[in-house]
């Protein structure tokens, strides 16, 4: 059980009030302090400085600190708002909102718009689609003709590619994902709704008033 | 025996059944149930789960098998093709879920993948199926297999869909439609015993960590 007084808690790196977080997002301030109980053993869990860097994340993900993933560090360098090279627990929080349940669908489709435009050009590229779809072939060890893998791409983005000019823009995607519902899958994550459940050990760090929650 | 003080003050009829529960035999919950004093009143629980969006698009798939028989003549041939993102959203760098950490118990969903054509995984699941007491409703190369017997949150339904990755591979997904997990986890256990020759990677194997 941590025993963080409050003081030490406010000299913590990257910590920032819960109270401003909850008011800034989906979560309410127990939330808020319980997901403070995961961000502290996430940014520990190497070296043990309060922030969450790459080692770390990739640990937290894997369990394996050395496993690099195309998909992950998209997510990293996401969550690393101000590309520091590491995430505090604002940027935590605030990046977890989009996963939220409650979070606005507009929301979602954004962030998994910059999440596939690995270059950031503003249009999800086909070759960049290769580039993540050969990643996921890799990862899973199913081996596909690179014929193959040009049929899967030529059915994407006939489908997606409104204007077929070799790319996707935001608003194809938008459409692309209203018709494929199952694409903004991986945006939700239910365990968000019942985090003071899954860390409750934060009752007994909480400095907020119950009567301010 | 002298019956016990308490006795005198309840109901007659559930005195009976106490001492079936207590003192003659054990009597089984289904013959509880059975019984007239219990089934007073007795409403049958329903079971609440909260159900991702993946129920809706079941039920949704069954509404429609029934809206639109008349045009199921032109219906696809072929399984879904999995786009470039469905498949892209698989892979467990994208599974923050992964990040809470927590025992997630047991899967309310699996995925395999297979080499064989599209018909005969369907025939390979409904022969697994069919003796382990599943009803089978099929609609092009989804399925719907409900457990006739209820089980402890009521009656096991299991969807399964199959989609198409490249002409010879398919991809098979078995996902929880309502019921008890672990009865899932169980039913996913003997079906992956039962398609052995039929699944090329398990998605275990295709999460392994080198």
Known sequence: M???????????????????????????????????????????????????????????????????????????????????????????VRSLNVFHPNAPLEEKIDYSFKLYDLDGTGFIERHEVKQMLIALLCESEMKLADETVEIILDKTFMEADANQDGKIDRSEWQNFVSKNPSLLKIMTLPYLRDITTTFPSFVFNSEVDEIAT | MQSPVYYALVNPNLSILMNMCFIFQRITIPEIMKDEWFKKNYKPPVFYEKEDADLDDVQALFKDSEEYRVTEKKEEQQPTAMNAFELISMSRGLKLDNL???????????????????????????????????????????????????????????????????????????????????????????????????????????????
């Open chain 1, 2 to 92: 941590g025993c963080f007084s409050s003081t030490q808690r406010r000299q913590f790196p990257g910590y920032e009030n819960p109270v401003t977080l909850a008011s800034e997002t989906a979560f309410s301030v127990s939330e808020v302090e319980a997901l403070f109980e995961l961000y502290k053993s996430i940014s520990g869990s190497v070296i043990d400085d309060g922030l969450i860097n790459k080692e770390e994340f990739q640990l937290a993900l894997f369990k394996n600190r050395k496993k690099e993933n195309l998909f992950a560090n998209r997510i990293f360098d996401l969550f690393d708002v101000k590309k520091k090279g590491f995430i505090d627990f604002g940027d935590f």
């Open chain 2, 100 to 210: 809470f950490d927590v025992e997630q118990g047991f899967k309310r969903e699996t995925r395999f993948t297979s080499k064989c054509p599209a018909n005969e995984i369907i025939s390979k699941i409904v022969k697994a199926a069919k003796p382990l007491g599943f009803d089978i409703h099929k609609k092009n190369y989804k399925m719907r297999l409900e457990n006739v017997k209820a089980g402890r949150k009521g009656n096991l339904n299991v969807a399964t869909e199959i989609f198409q990755v490249a002409p010879s591979l398919h991809m098979v997904e078995v996902r929880k439609a309502k019921g008890d997990t672990l009865e899932f986890h169980m039913f996913c256990k003997n079906l992956s015993s039962s398609l052995e020759d039929v699944v090329w990677k398990t998605e275990e194997d295709m999460q392994e960590t080198k």
